[in-house]
């Protein structure tokens, strides 16, 4: 354990301090439609392309990062509230060098501190800043308290649908939520298990007109992910398709959608709060 912290302290300091941290929460209105799939292997490509990424597991209900990853993480944030542990010691090292923060099942504790580790916490957690160009939290379904306060707190919101219409009804309610909670919000649309682009593009465009319509609101599309059978047979093997199928359709959309993403995020980058500005809002929100 020494070993790894000493390890990501050394890296920590060849990193540029003033490099601004964005954060993006994964979301999706009905369960089960690929948030964790894509956070992992969006993720993944992120780095692969250079572009360090430290993924956060705030599943409230069941954390299947780790699952996702065949790991067992040995600590999770709650840990950082013991005395003599650092965020260094709390990050675990995930397939293909992704580092990967596990919530425990205590996210919804977070909410339940007292003042004084509620600042421990976070003060903690602040030497990812600058660490990290991007932190992905995966989230569960978009509709709980605490999904909505760790929404509203970062740069960007991802929402991922797939083009079957409960799970788009549902993403639309994620979206009306969250512009009545903040009408500027960024999301930016992710169709997966399309089966092809012409129905990723209709399904964006669906949402989008609609938002548009009732709303005023411009979403963004970050991009589709083909329907693959290798996505299925990646997660029994507890192995990120990424890495085990690199040739799949799937994998092929993935980094399609991260030249996308960073092609964008020169722009947005000037705009983010960074960690700090997030930690700020989301312990607004607690408070
Ligand atoms: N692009 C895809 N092609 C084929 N199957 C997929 C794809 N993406 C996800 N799946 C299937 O959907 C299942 C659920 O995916 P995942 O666990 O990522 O969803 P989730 O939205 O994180 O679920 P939860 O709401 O429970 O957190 C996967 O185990 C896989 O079988
Ligand atoms: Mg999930």
């Known amino acids: 354990m020494r070993d790894q912290a000493e390890r990501l302290r050394e890296r920590m300091q060849q990193n540029n301090h003033e490099r601004k941290t964005k954060l993006i929460t994964v979301t999706s209105g009905k369960g089960g439609v690929g948030k964790s799939n894509f956070s992992l292997n969006f993720g993944l490509g992120l780095n692969e392309q250079g572009h360090k990424t430290v993924l956060f597991d705030v599943d409230l209900g069941l954390a299947n990062l780790d699952v996702l990853m065949g790991i067992t993480p040995k600590k999770h944030l709650f840990h950082l509230l013991e005395p003599n542990t650092t965020v260094w010691d709390i990050i675990?090292?995930?397939?293909?060098?992704?580092?990967f923060i596990a919530g425990g099942s205590g996210f919804t504790q977070i909410m339940q501190l007292d003042e004084?580790?509620?600042?421990?916490?976070?003060?903690?957690?602040?030497?990812?800043?600058?660490?990290a160009e991007t932190i992905i939290f995966d989230t569960g379904a978009g509709f709980?308290?605490?999904?909505?306060?760790?929404?509203?707190?970062?740069?960007?919101?991802?929402?991922v649908t797939t083009p079957?219409?409960?799970?788009i009804t549902?993403?639309?309610?994620?979206?009306?939520?969250?512009?009545?909670?903040?009408?500027?919000?960024?999301?930016?649309?992710?169709?997966?298990?399309?089966?092809?682009?012409?129905?990723?593009?209709?399904t964006a465009d669906k949402l989008a007109m609609v938002a548009k319509r009732f709303l005023n609101m411009d979403l963004h599309t970050l991009g589709y992910v083909s329907d693959d059978p290798q996505v299925s047979k990646a997660v029994k093997?507890?192995?990120?398709?990424?890495?085990t199928y690199p040739q799949a359709q799937a994998s092929k959309s993935i980094r399609n959608l991260v030249g996308c993403y960073l092609e964008n995020s020169t722009m947005?980058?000037?705009?983010?709060?960074?960690?700090?500005?997030?930690?700020a809002k989301l312990k607004n929100f607690i408070r």
Do not use: C
């Open 92 to 99: 675990e090292q995930g397939p293909g060098g992704l580092e």
């Open 144 to 159: 709980s308290n605490e999904s909505i306060r760790f929404m509203l707190s970062s740069d960007e919101v991802i929402l």
């Open 237 to 243: 093997q507890q192995r990120p398709f990424l890495l």
């Open 268 to 279: 947005t980058d000037l705009s983010t709060n960074g960690l700090k500005g997030f930690l």
């Open 164 to 167: 079957e219409p409960p799970a």
């Open 116 to 131: 004084e580790k509620l600042d421990r916490l976070f003060t903690q957690l602040n030497p990812l800043q600058g660490y």
């Open 170 to 202: 549902d993403a639309y309610a994620v979206i009306k939520l969250l512009h009545s909670r903040n009408p500027a919000i960024t999301i930016r649309l992710v169709i997966n298990r399309v089966t092809s682009d012409r129905e990723g593009k209709m």
